[in-house]
């Protein structure tokens, strides 16, 4: 097998062309785009969107799903604003509160359905909405304003293109990266995932690993809450609410399967690369931005018909 | 039996309306309690205007949970209903201001769209073998986007003063016309699911759908003509907001549209697994969701705590729903 024939079996391989293609094709019609400052505003608006893909990705591989991701991390991030302003604590201690809140949160979503063997959706649905309405209750839409002017440097500072921000999914991808492949519960997560009676069979705490996903998720959707409160400066309620969208779309056009067992850290990452290519695309074409929501929709489906017709030729093949 | 239509071979049709008929009176029983705590505590709630705007959310609250209803039964969800009714919004408001046509073409026009964009969704899901969560996630997102490309998210409020008019009206002083039709498209649904061939074979390929397919119902086109009718129902509550607020606004439905969606089948024990519908209870559960969100209001405990309120209901809900059933399905075999 040739090393291009090999690359073409790799999910996220398509991906990368189609990242390379674009990239390409950007720096040849907008001379604007190979700018540091547009490379960098690029690779700063990554971040968020890798650690949503990422806390999505997590309850895809178990099975599950988490429709909380973006109302929890919007909880999060004022949980983490109002202890920064209204408490005055230190940084030290806010962000493992804030993920400490996060992982509270996935463990509730895991042990309600776990225990009650309700469907994860209709319960991720109504924790949303549970969690939302706190964040709206507490904050009445007013947002938090003064963040410590680290965590802001933090959020603003960068080596040539490349925003510091970014470090923190990097590091979060290579542990997870890890998790799922070197890692007993790593395994045991990806086993429940694949076939849940078989994982059970051979021993596998089957309730004990989907309540261990939903953990992880919360906490990466936490993760993600507090990047976007340093890359914005504020922390906004409004955080979290676009992200449904985005939390699906990044694993699934990296190549995961919705019935679980199957996800690819480097598909999810290289699928949020694309997409922020795309946007950036758009604003450099002065293109109407609706076009984004519109395009991303039918990414979506391009990538589900894709995987659909390589698992059609794998299995004839 | 109940209008919860069950084809599960375990299950006797005396637990079904055991456990149908408790659950519907249960929720009624919710919906008195919380009508005589919020009349007592805020005497404003049982005002004639407060019933008015009342009846009239409560309308367009059963009909979109009408319109993910229909899909539940097949098995299926629709995140794009939401969507799809603000499509529609905008059709009519196309239609009636921009080509100044007659209004029954306005709406029918909508209607069309709606169906049609139900079709799609069902025809992609069927086609591609895909689940139907992630299609009409990405469709709902396509309709979306196409339309504020269309319209330039600009809203159309000069449609024929009739509309605006009719979203006022009021029959016997309280009661709005658009709760009447909403009542109207539920005895539809009602008979559609309990007497007809085509109701049954919904539930059936719902239920099971390989059984079903064995039985000889045409599994693939049952399922795109549930979604096809979502489609038209979704359009129909786009067309009763039109109504209300005597404007085309590109900012309704939407994922605002997705809570109350599961909501009123959800609550009113329609199975996310498929197979059965509560028409009924699905009118309870959204006048559960509509009595909470006017008596909030009314007390002014604010919208921001609705939300909480919502999803804790939605929680408490599923929750007894599942340990009633626990509980009948015990009783039934202590008795044998």
């Not at chain 1, 990705?57 to 919007?74: H, R, S």
């Not at chain 1, 509270?104 to 359905?113: K, P, R, V, W, Y």
């Not at chain 1, 109504?126 to 964040?135: C, E, H, R």
């Not at chain 2, 201001?97 to 899901?125: D, E, R, S, T, Y």
Request: charged share 5%.
């Amino acid at each position: 097998m040739t090393l291009v024939h090999r690359l073409a079996l790799v999910e996220w391989s398509g991906l990368l062309a189609a990242i390379i293609i674009g990239s390409v094709g950007l720096a040849v019609l907008t001379p604007n785009f190979l700018t540091e400052f547009n490379l960098y505003v690029m690779l700063r608006s990554l971040c968020v969107g890798l650690l949503v893909g990422f806390a999505q990705m997590v309850t895809l591989g178990v099975g599950q799903m988490n429709i909380a991701v973006g109302a929890l991390g919007g909880l999060v991030a004022i949980a983490f604003g109002g202890v920064l302003e209204s408490l005055g604590l230190p940084l030290a201690f806010a962000v493992p509160a804030a993920l400490a809140i996060g992982a509270l949160g996935g463990l509730i979503n895991g042990l309600l359905t776990v225990r009650t063997g309700i469907n994860g959706f209709v319960v991720t649905l109504a924790t949303a909405s549970a969690f939302t309405g706190i964040n709206l209750g507490i904050t009445k839409s007013i947002p938090f304003y003064k963040m410590p002017p680290v965590l802001v440097a933090f959020g603003e500072q960068h080596f040539h293109a490349f925003p510091y921000l970014l470090i923190v999914p990097l590091i979060v991808a290579a542990l997870l990266g890890l998790f799922l492949s070197r890692t007993v519960p790593g395994r045991q997560l990806l086993a429940v995932g694949g076939n849940s009676q078989a994982a059970d069979l051979s021993g596998i705490p089957r309730g004990r690993i989907i309540v261990l996903a939903h953990i992880l998720s919360g906490m990466l959707a936490a993760a993600a809450a507090v990047l976007a409160v340093a890359q914005l400066g504020s922390a906004q309620p409004t955080i979290g609410a676009d992200w449904l969208l985005l939390s699906f779309a990044a694993p699934i056009i990296g190549g995961a399967a919705l019935t679980g067992g199957h996800i690819s850290v480097l598909g999810t990452m290289f699928a949020v690369a694309l997409i922020a290519l795309i946007e950036n695309g758009m604003v450099l074409a002065k293109v109407d931005p609706y076009w984004v929501q519109f395009l991303l929709g039918a990414l979506i489906l391009a990538a589900v018909w894709l995987n659909r017709w390589r698992a059609v030729s794998a299995g004839a093949g | 039996m109940t209008d919860q239509g069950v084809h599960e071979p375990l299950l006797s049709g005396r637990r079904l309306l055991l456990a149908g008929a408790s659950a519907r009176i249960g929720l009624l029983a919710i919906v008195i309690m919380f009508w005589i705590l919020f009349s007592s505590l805020a005497p404003g709630f049982l005002s004639a205007f407060n019933l008015f705007t009342l009846g009239r959310s409560l309308a367009i609250d059963v009909v979109i949970g009408f319109a993910q209803m229909v899909v539940l039964a097949t098995g299926g969800m629709n995140l794009a209903v939401g969507s799809i009714g603000v499509c529609a919004v905008m059709t009519s408001g196309y239609l009636l201001q921009i080509l100044g046509l007659p209004i029954p073409i306005g709406i029918l026009g909508a209607l069309v769209l709606g169906g049609a964009l139900g079709w799609l969704n069902g025809f992609a899901i069927v086609r591609t073998g895909v689940n139907s969560f992630i299609i009409t996630l990405a469709s709902a997102n396509l309709f979306s986007g196409a339309m504020l490309i269309l319209t330039k998210a600009v809203p159309l409020n000069a449609l024929p003063s009739e509309i605006g008019a009719f979203g006022k009206m009021k029959v016997a002083s309280v009661v709005s016309p658009l709760l009447l039709i909403a009542l109207g498209i539920g005895a539809a649904l009602y008979v559609l699911f309990r007497y007809s061939v085509l109701g049954r074979q919904i539930l059936a390929a719902g239920a099971n759908s390989r059984a079903a397919a064995m039985s000889g119902v045409p599994v693939g086109r049952v399922v795109i003509l549930g979604h096809t009718l979502s489609g038209i129902l979704a359009a129909s509550a786009g067309l009763m907001v039109v109504a209300r607020l005597g404007a085309a606004m590109p900012a309704v439905g939407g994922e605002e549209w997705l809570l109350p969606s599961f909501l009123g089948p959800v609550l009113g024990g329609t199975l996310l697994s498929g197979g059965t519908v509560a028409v009924i209870g699905t009118m309870l559960g959204a006048a559960l969701v509509t009595t909470i969100r006017s008596g909030l209001l009314v007390l002014q405990i604010g919208n921001f705590w609705l939300q909480l309120f919502l999803g804790l209901i939605l929680l408490v809900a599923v929750l007894l729903d599942r340990y009633r059933g626990l509980y009948v399905e015990r009783r039934r075999l202590g008795r044998q």
